[in-house]
């Protein structure tokens, strides 16, 4: 018996359930590769490059899109579409769906796997009216928010993870697959007193991205999608228990030069960590293609990282806290 067509759908948004496969669009020579069971504690997703190689997501893909390597990311534009400077973005979580996917910073070659706290697989809760993650959520690959660096601007360290992204095209990624955006602006969150800078971003495929090309625009041709991002990370751990989290600026949103530098910075703090210029504690730093750092290993050693996770299975079990509501006061 075939699966409904609306099933199948929502299986593929999530990612699940699929075989090793290219990822589409423009940086279709990435590919990715399950291992372990979707929703379960073993499941990761590992990454390959054009020649089919494992790579790390975090380390050996290119932060700025049209890079065969690091390179230095311009002032402000000039590697474009046009004029627009590009960055790749991971995609962890598909907009809509409500797995806490992410980057595995302490694993090595760093798969995604679905965060884990107190045992339990984790879910974002709906809060009212939002369902899930409201935008194609992710990272900035080759970027690391410094937790020894106490921010000039918000006073507070980084969180140790790569630059979240919040991708509002209107297209709902899959998980893995690698886009490029082209940066917006920026929201300085603090979350349990850590910087987590959260870049605004929008894929350059996306039939709006003519148009938009600042936070301003945002405001101009998606109105309230900014307000609602703001309430999205304000309200999100509040189920868990948890207060509201706090941002710098008030919340306001910093426009697309401030939101640059951020990354540019952030950059600087990820070259540091994998040539062992800064302390990375438990982040795995096992590369491929980082050229002169210590860290780099073999094909095989990487073939032989990935054989040693669980194999495929199918299945997608979803948790019941995936479709619960949650109403609180504004």
């Not at 984790?122 to 020894?148: C, M």
Request: a negative charge; one cysteine or more.
């Amino acid at each position: 018996m075939r699966a409904p067509l609306g099933l199948l759908r929502l299986l593929a948004a999530r990612g699940w359930g699929r075989p090793p496969r290219r990822c589409l669009g423009a940086m279709a020579r990435y590919g990715t590769e399950q291992r372990g069971r979707p929703h379960s504690p073993d499941y990761r997703l590992y990454f390959k490059n054009p020649e089919g190689k494992y790579i790390s997501p975090f380390h050996d893909i290119p932060l700025f899109a049209g890079s065969k390597e690091d390179k230095e990311i311009p002032a402000k534009r000039s590697k474009t579409t046009g004029s627009e400077v590009l960055f790749n973005m991971i995609v962890e979580v598909p907009r809509w769906t409500n797995a806490k996917m992410e980057i595995a910073t302490e694993e090595p070659l760093n798969p995604i796997k679905q965060d884990i706290k107190k045992g339990k697989l984790r879910y974002v809760a709906n809060i009212f009216p939002h369902k899930g993650y409201i935008w194609n959520y992710g990272a900035l690959p080759q970027t690391w928010e410094d937790p020894s660096h106490t921010d000039e601007i918000t006073g507070c360290c980084g969180d140790n993870d790569p630059v979240d992204v919040c991708e509002i095209g209107s297209k709902i990624r899959s998980s893995g697959e690698i886009v490029q955006v082209k940066v917006l602006g920026v929201l300085a969150l603090i979350d349990e007193g850590e910087t987590d800078w959260k870049i605004i971003a929008i894929s350059v495929d996306d039939p709006e991205a003519q148009k938009i090309h600042d936070i301003d625009d945002v405001r101009k041709h998606k109105p309230g999608y900014l307000e609602a991002t703001v309430d999205w990370f304000r309200s999100y751990k509040v189920p868990d228990g948890k207060p509201e989290n706090q941002f710098a600026f008030n919340g306001e949103f910093k426009d697309k030069d401030f939101a640059v530098e951020i990354i540019k910075s952030t950059h600087e703090y990820w070259k540091a960590l994998l040539h062992k210029k800064a302390d990375g504690g438990t982040i795995k730093c096992t590369n491929v293609l980082v050229g002169g750092s210590p860290f780099c290993c073999g094909e095989e050693d990487a073939r032989s990282i990935v054989q040693s996770a669980p194999v495929p299975v199918n299945g997608d079990s979803v948790s019941q806290e995936d479709d619960a509501w949650h109403f609180f006061p504004k």
